[in-house]
């Protein structure tokens, strides 16, 4: 034993005892307090209300009622900075040309049989979680997440000849994102659309029936409570963050072949 | 027709695996998931299915269901008790090797279902696939025989004739 492995040895002994005694002497505080706090109380009673809906959004999971409703206009700028960031990373590698025929292998043809069942599993999973995104947790980003797994395992598995030969280009994952983007801000200003056409008031990101503004967004799908606008969100959100991941993913792992046009055309702007 | 059929089966398995990953069976989940199904199932048929699938194709489904009871007992439960043993024995009885199996079946799903039973029962691990001359390289912790016509009746063999009937 050297000292190197003593310095380990008692740095994690250490760790362990510090730790256990911060969390035995209450160092942390107590994991949840016993009366719930004013805010919160009200986030848990306005979430989900049928009796009352005016102050209700109509959501059972609090998370997703908090992010697309009670902050609506936070997130819709926040995916509008993902967006952007996205189209930065395209615009750094602008001028390339995807191309097939330039080779890769992939794996072999038991990943490549066993990834091809997987693919429709993947992209329902990720569906599943964005339509229950008010319901459970998850929501639109987490199932965007999910679904561009598939992108990704799809381009190491077979290779990125493969993705783009099936029309999975940049230019129509950018097309794709903008459409969900477009979706995400339709159903922020729809029904102050439908407030304008039959004139009586309406908020922006207005979900429910609303004091002095009567139009609401549906609050009942069949058995289940919509959430409203939520139900809307998570499903455009899910689109944009699949083909922006994705874009991003296929932009990052371009091959020589494809950036030297690119890379030629960057010297000719110096 | 079909193409249909094509369709149908890519939608069934999407359908089935979504109620049973969501765990739910109200109305909206019902129905806003075969929406779903339906569109993936547009998105990845021509990935999947490359033959054009029969009515009659569903006596392979139910060898699909037997094999998978087969496999889940008898195959897994021998392999594991095997494995045990050896694990659990002061003086291991092992003689570790790669042995090359050929495999008969003409499709790609066969195939895979076949190297994935092998990989999935302790004991044997499919390293390598060479599609062209059909054979695997197994690795085999109690080889017994060498000869690849042998080795395929000790380890493949059972799972080869239930891959034969589901995939051909």
Known sequence: MNAREVAIATSITLMIVLLAYVIEAGGLGPIAPEKLRELAASYIISTYNPWNITHSAQSLEAVTAIVWDYRGLDTFFETSVLFISIVGVALLFRGYREKTGVGGRGLSEIVKTSTKILAPLILIAGISIAIHGHLTPGGGFQGGSFIAVLLVLLSVVFSLDFVVERGLSTSRLLTLRSIGLMGVFATSIALLLVGLVTGVSAYVFQNMVREGAPVSMPPWFLDRPTGGTLLFFNVFEALAVATGLSLAFIVLSLRREEVEEALERGEWYE | ?168
């Not at chain 2, 048929?45 to 889940?72: C, E, G, T």
Request: glycine fraction near 4%.
């Open chain 2, 1 to 168: 027709m079909g193409r249909l059929l094509s369709y149908l089966a890519v939608f069934l398995m999407t359908y089935s695996f979504y109620v049973v990953f969501s765990g739910a069976t109200s109305l909206f989940t019902l129905v806003l998931g075969s929406v779903g199904s339906l569109v993936v199932a547009v998105l990845v048929k021509n990935l999947l299915v490359s033959r054009k699938l029969k009515i009659s194709d569903i006596r392979r489904l139910a060898y699909l269901v037997l094999y998978y009871a087969y496999y889940m007992t008898v195959a897994e439960v021998r392999a594991h008790v095997d494995i045990a043993k050896i694990v659990l024995s002061r003086k291991m009885k092992i003689s570790p090797a790669i042995v090359k199996v050929p495999y008969y079946v003409e499709t790609s799903y066969g195939m895979t279902l076949i190297a994935g039973s092998i990989t999935n029962t302790p004991g044997t691990v499919v390293v390598q696939v060479d599609t062209n001359r059909k054979h695997f390289y197994v690795h085999w912790l109690t080889a017994r025989v060498f000869e690849p016509a042998r080795a395929r009746e000790e380890i493949s063999a059972v799972f080869e004739n239930y891959s034969q009937k589901i995939f051909g």
